[in-house]
């Protein structure tokens, strides 16, 4: 499974990006997920999706501002960001489970793409 983040960039707070993994040969039975790790801080949950696309789960603190989704057609993950903050700069990376359903635990992921730099600035 090969995954490649992209769309990062620099916004402004309360801005918006959209984020997309392309998981080329990632299997649809796969669980997928977004991470983030900000300077300094240790790697961190983002948001999660299961292998259908009807169950989410999300990190407290992004829950409402953010939006995962996926089309298996495209085989492509997705991260919809709204109201941005100073404290959601990061590198985000997305992740490829073994197991169908959603997971906060990086332990579950197999599969991890490149990271994606997104810079909130005031």
């Not at 992209?6 to 984020?19: E, N, T």
């Not at 999300?58 to 995962?68: L, M």
Request: glycine letters at 12%.
């Amino acid at each position: 499974v090969q995954l490649q983040a992209s769309g990062g960039g620099l916004v402004q707070a309360g801005g918006s990006l959209r984020l997309l993994c392309a998981a080329g040969r990632t299997s649809s039975n796969n669980g997928l997920g977004w991470f983030r790790q900000a300077p300094g801080k240790e790697r961190e949950f983002v948001a999660a999706i299961n292998w259908r696309g009807d169950s989410t789960h999300y990190a407290d603190s992004v829950k409402g501002r953010f939006t995962i989704s996926r089309d298996n057609a495209k085989n492509t993950l997705y991260l919809q960001m709204n109201n941005l903050r100073l404290e959601d700069t990061a590198v985000y990376y997305c992740a490829a489970a073994l197991r169908s359903g959603t997971s906060d635990i990086a332990s579950s992921y197999r599969y991890w793409g490149r990271g994606t730099l997104v810079t909130v600035s005031s």
